[in-house]
């Protein structure tokens, strides 16, 4: 007689990152699940909304990423946590519910609606950053100065295979949020390549740009086609061809912030800007500050954006660019708290930093270094 059959070794979930698309029948959603080796987890809603989650709750995530039935969901959970498989039952479909609802009712808060634990901004103890920002390139479009972007401090940029390796690489880390800046992005002709390599890995893919070049329907199409998910738009106001770029983005089936930075030039036309956004169709904003004499009117304008239905974002990094409102992006306590944590920057020769702005801070170089160096 085996008087240990009953209390035979459960296996632990393995660590990774797990993904799961929508149906092509459901509106379209991409979540992430990382693992984490003390049996917790992270999950991430479309890039947007991150979840820290117990282990019990992590399971429960795993077999809804994976389509397990609820059946054997049950089975297993109540094996692995001594529980009535009935309760399991009730509530792995529970859970499953709340992650449908979660995403597929736009700008729900996930807190309040959906009694999940809330968890203060990047206070998380991660085994990974949640985004790495990649800095494809310094160069700037025509008549831009060149003294905008840190060009002296990088003397090349790194080839298409190079970057492939390195967006593999983070893939390998576990880092589901893949974020293309600049520079302008858009000069790279290898743009839809990266992309294109960053959805075959699972990767969320957002890129950040000032928009002129998706103004050619073509362009923008390949984009899209390749597994682009966001766009942080760099708005121009001055320039009628950033507005026509932005009328031509704005249709397409794609999740759009626009970046404003108040500068001299437009700060008394940002109230007419908030509107006409808002008429637009924009419902994400990304503000910054080309000084800090502008930061009475900052404060105004975040609550013109509020009030015009502008979910502000703080936690994006920005292309450099003639106002350069990276050091008042990095002012931003959010920026500050996550920079190395939740998110990590990489320059176009693969050296990394905590953020944007921080080349005092290197950290070693995606490419040549091991991950393990890089993070810890």
Aim: glycine share 4%; proline share 6%.
């Amino acid at each position: 007689m085996n008087i240990f059959k009953n209390f035979t070794k459960v296996r632990s979930l393995p660590t990774g990152v797990y993904q799961k698309q929508a149906p092509p029948d459901q509106p379209p959603y991409r979540i992430h699940l990382r693992l984490q080796a003390d049996g917790s987890g992270v999950l991430i809603v479309n890039a947007a909304t991150v979840l820290h989650l117990n282990p019990t709750a992590a399971e429960y995530a795993y077999h809804f990423i994976k389509g397990t039935s609820p059946d054997d969901a049950a089975k297993e959970i109540s094996t692995r946590y001594h529980v009535k498989r009935d309760a399991a039952m009730h509530d792995f479909q529970d859970f499953s519910e709340r992650i449908q609802t979660l995403v597929t009712t736009p700008d729900l808060d996930p807190v309040s609606y959906l009694d999940f634990e809330r968890v203060e901004p990047h206070s998380a103890d991660l085994s990974a950053p949640l985004r790495l920002d990649c800095a494809l390139t310094y160069r700037l479009p025509m008549n831009t100065q060149a003294d905008y972007a840190p060009t002296k401090r990088v003397d090349r940029e790194l080839t298409t295979d190079e970057w492939c390796t390195i967006l593999d690489k983070a893939w390998d880390a576990g880092i589901p949020h893949i974020t293309f800046t600049g520079g302008e992005a858009t000069s790279r002709d290898d743009l839809p390549q990266l992309t294109a390599r960053a959805e075959k890995n699972g990767q969320v893919c957002g890129l950040l740009t000032d928009g002129l070049k998706l103004a050619d329907k073509n362009y923008l199409d390949i984009l899209l086609q390749t597994g682009l998910d966001h766009i942080l738009f760099m708005l121009q106001p001055e320039n009628s061809d950033s507005w026509k770029a932005l009328e031509i983005i704005m249709p397409e089936d794609i999740f759009v912030t626009v970046h404003l930075t108040i500068n001299e030039k437009n700060v008394k036309n940002v109230p007419d800007i908030l509107e006409r956004l808002a008429k637009l169709g924009v419902k994400s904003l990304s503000l910054s500050a080309a000084n800090s004499a502008l930061k009475e009117i900052f404060k105004d304008t975040q609550n013109k954006a509020a009030n015009l239905g502008l979910a502000l974002k703080f936690d994006l990094p920005v292309p450099y660019s003639a106002d350069n409102p990276v050091a008042s992006e990095t002012e931003q306590d959010n920026a500050i708290s996550g920079a190395g944590r939740t998110w990590l920057y990489v320059e176009p020769d693969g050296d990394v930093l905590p953020t944007q702005g921080m080349a005092d801070k290197i950290l070693g170089n995606f490419l040549r270094d091991p991950w393990e160096k890089i993070f810890h």
